[in-house]
Structures are given as C-alpha cells and as structure tokens.
C-alpha cells in the first residue's frame, strides 16, 4: 500500500483516505489539516472545498485550488505546532510548512490556520502566512502571499 502524502506514516487508505474518500469526519484540526494537504496532492478540490468552513466558502475560488493543486509538485507537510483542536475542542490552530514547486521555483508555504467545529464536524476558516516565501514579482498567484506585507493570502487581501 501507498504511504499517505500526509507524513503520518500510515498507508493512505488508513489515514487520509477515510476523511477524503469515504467521509468519515476528521477528528481534530490536526488530522483535517492533513487531509487537506493530501486533497491537494492528490487533485481532490471537491474535498477541500468542502473542509471549508461554510461562512469563509464564499471567499474560495474553485479555479484557484484547481490551480494550485494541479500546478503544483508537493513534496512534504511538516506540522509545527498545534493549540486545541482536539476531539473535545471547538476551534483549534494548526501552524504548518508544506513545500512545493510550481513554474520551476520551490516554496516553502508557512502557515498559521485556524480551523473551527460546528455540529461535530471540523473545518478550515481562515489563514495567516508566516515567514512569506519570495515569489515572482510578475505574477501573484491567488493562494501567495499578498505582496503588500498583509501577512494574508493574495485571494483575501489585494486580489
């Protein structure tokens, strides 16, 4: 069996696989963190539109995730730190670095996410960059950092 693109160690269908694939609920923050970044490896939008949390969804736009997800070459999730989110919890933070390339140029995507739980269920419901990588300064991809220094996604700030 394939690994998870998560970096749990487990088999993919054993982990992310139950949250993306056969619904089960994820059961904190941290494993939707996850989960998210395996739909993004694994081309799964419908899911991590989904993840979002229904009041932020607005703000998601399904051709940029198509985008990011299928321009992009992922080569790891690193989780740095989590406050609540656990089973018990109602909002949780999950800070991460996923790392990836796309047109060429390597990106360590640092963020800071705020995930909340309404009727058992988690969601992701917004984002902070941290340590914001260098990007091309002729194109801002929806999901980069806002070249304004906002410390948010393009999508969210300036864009």
Not at 105 to 120: A, P, R
Not at 133 to 150: E, F, I, L, M
């Amino acid at each position: 069996m394939a690994k998870c693109a998560c970096g749990s160690g487990n088999d993919y269908k054993k982990c992310c696989a139950l949250y993306i694939k056969d619904g089960v609920k994820a059961p904190t923050a941290e494993a939707l963190m996850r989960a998210r970044y395996t739909a993004y490896v694994e081309k799964q939008v419908d899911f991590i539109i989904d993840s979002h949390d229904p009041e932020t969804r607005k703000d998601v736009s399904r051709e940029s995730v198509e985008e990011w997800a299928n321009d992009s070459k992922w080569f790891g999730l690193e989780i740095l730190k989590t406050a609540r989110g656990g089973e018990e919890d109602k909002t949780g933070v999950v800070e991460f670095i996923a790392e990836y390339k796309q047109n060429g140029t390597k990106f360590k995507h640092h963020e800071h996410s705020d995930f909340v739980k309404k009727k058992g269920k988690w969601y992701f419901h917004d984002s902070r960059m941290i340590n914001e990588p260098v990007v091309n300064a002729n194109k801002v991809g929806r999901n980069d950092p806002c070249p304004c220094g906002s410390g948010k996604k393009y999508k969210k700030c300036c864009g």
